[in-house]
């Protein structure tokens, strides 16, 4: 991990000379896309470095060991709230933090940094110092505080939103990507993406860590169910997706999914996990009920990211070999036809108004909308940079779209148009308060 750091930060130099940020771009990429990349050719069997076939802008270069993030979404990328925006919150919190409206707060992993935006006037407040190589991020429902997943040397640092200052670090697991939160906010289950295959609780109330638990090698994605009674990890370098008991925080026994489970998401009403296979082209549908895999759902190449529409209708998966995204509906499990986008598309999230899914194309330099009621593509919005994570405010009027390369674009939702950009350095994940 040292080795990556030195190397990422090598690279921000010389592209800040040369302005040619490109190549920290496929550090961050690589890296920091929950490894999603890495993991679908181990898989198919290749080494890491130059991959046959692959298309421009898709570059390899040498590897240590694929790094996992929900994403997130994300969000992150833990369930439909990560992606959508429901753990960053549809409700109104009453925290201090908030007092001048909802804050975005965007990692910096270059830099090692948080730095806050104010949605009201989309302004960036003073940066954060966090821990080293910060790659996910996740908020509490009260808004009051933010935790940063460091992958050096495995830390979580929580910070306070009403004063944006940082405490102490927390001790997690080796190389942290990914980071869910129970809804009634007092667990933090933080992912541990390295070898070792642990999941570390955090106690908010007190910001200490609990004993690890142990799930499957490389986990990358975790998802919570609504009723906060169950999470779901997804095993990345395996077929598993290992649940938790968040009550006692033990590993129930693991779930047969497809290769390389990349995303999960949950639908609303907590009765169905949808887990994107990454290395197999498919979704598996899980029974929460029973813990019992449904029949797979094939998709497009290498989906990656998944968002769940507010009514639990149907589920957007993104095709990142394809150029696609597929929608599900979930009443049936069918794949409906695919919606073509951008190239490389690796983010996506829903309006809290469940009309349109925004997704990011990475190499296209766009966000294509989508239309729900009709699922079809939108004129696609540019933004330039490298679209990496997408978030929504709570009232849904503006989208904020994390450039690898460029900072952070405001879209507004209401007309489809991208405001000028916040200039804020290299932009790996977001998340929005409540």
Known sequence: MTDLNEELRRLADEAAREARPLAVADVIRQGDRRQRRAITRRYLGRAPGPVTGARPGRRWRRWVAPLAAAGAVVAVVAGTAAVSGAIRGSRTAAGAGLAHGTTAYVVNSAKDTVIPIRTATNTALPPIKVGIQPMAIAITPDGKTAYVANEVPGSVTPIRTATNTALPPIKTGSTPVAIAITPDGKTAYVIGGGDSGTVTPIRTATNTALPRIKVGRLPMAIAITPDGKTAYVANSNSTMVTPIRTATNT??????????????????????????????GTVTPIRTATNTALPPIKTGGDPLAIAITPDGRTAYVVNQDSDTVTPIRTATNTALPPIKTGRLPQAIAISPDG???????NTAGTVTPIRIATNTALPPIKT???????AITPNGKTAYVALVTAGVIPIRTATNTALPGLKIGYSSAIAITP
């Open 384 to 390: 330039g940079g490298n679209p990496f994570e997408i």
């Open 355 to 361: 009309k349109t899914a925004y997704v990011g194309n």
């Open 251 to 280: 590993a129930l026994p693991p779930i047969k999914t497809g290769h390389g489970p990349a995303a999960i998401a949950i639908t609303p009403d907590g009765k169905t996990a949808y887990v994107a296979n990454g290395a197999s």
